[in-house]
């Protein structure tokens, strides 16, 4: 996409670009509904929560979140292997469905998933009571290297019936967009570098999310709803 200042400065950066993109193709999506069109913006947490907070005030709509974490080899904690929400969802990226049921894989599958779900009990308290069903469901993170962790997010979100799945991310590899995109109804990418290497090389300040700060972006929600 033309106009697009990377490195971005930092995630809220990054989510008011992305907000400035999709703000208008939202409301042409509404308008050639004839009506409003319900929206719900999905973050996948932590680092996705500060990206999709301005997104969802520009869209004057519910944020809340959808937890997914890699399943990863004990060799290479940041290789995505695959990936589990904390309802138990899960996809592989390249192992076959007899390796991933051996016991090493379900002990990582198991371990990823009590991750998840340790931090859904912790936000999910701070998160609008919200139904996908017949609406637009936008899923957000601060960038994509794999896409793993959203897949098995678009999976979750697909289970609930929604009108369809938008994702949006700043930044992912060349060619991503086409792996992941039978995955969803729309992909909104604003940078895809090459030489990509990761996330954080499109950043200027890429800190770690802490819980406060993720939690302190779905209680403002008041402030735009």
């Not at 907000?19 to 719900?40: T, Y």
């Not at 931090?119 to 936008?138: E, F, W």
């Amino acid at each position: 996409m033309s106009n697009i200042i990377l490195p971005f400065r930092d995630r809220q950066d990054a989510g008011e670009q992305l907000a400035i993109a999709i703000k208008p193709e939202i409301e042409q999506w509404q308008a050639n509904l004839n009506h409003s069109g319900r929206v719900i913006v999905y973050a996948l947490p932590r680092g996705g929560l500060p990206v999709a907070k301005p997104i969802a005030q520009a869209l004057y709509c519910p944020l809340a979140v959808i937890v997914a974490k890699k399943i990863t080899s004990a060799n290479n904690q940041e290789l995505a292997v695959g990936a589990i929400t904390a309802c138990g969802q899960v996809v592989w990226s390249t192992l076959s469905e007899e390796e991933s049921q051996s016991r090493t894989w379900q002990s990582r599958q198991a371990v990823a998933q009590q991750r998840a779900q340790e931090q859904l009990a912790t936000l999910s308290p701070h998160c609008p009571t919200v139904n996908p069903q017949g609406a637009i469901a936008i899923l957000v993170d601060d960038g994509m290297a794999t896409g793993m962790t959203m897949a098995v997010a678009i999976l979750a979100t697909r289970a609930r019936c929604p009108a369809q799945i938008w994702v949006v991310t700043p930044v992912a590899p060349v060619g991503l967009e086409q792996q992941l995109g039978h995955w969803c109804d729309r992909m909104m990418i604003l940078a895809t570098p090459d030489p990509f290497l990761s996330v954080s090389r499109f950043y200027t300040q890429f800190e770690q999310v802490e819980m406060s700060e993720a939690i302190a972006c779905l209680m403002t929600q008041s402030e735009w709803l």
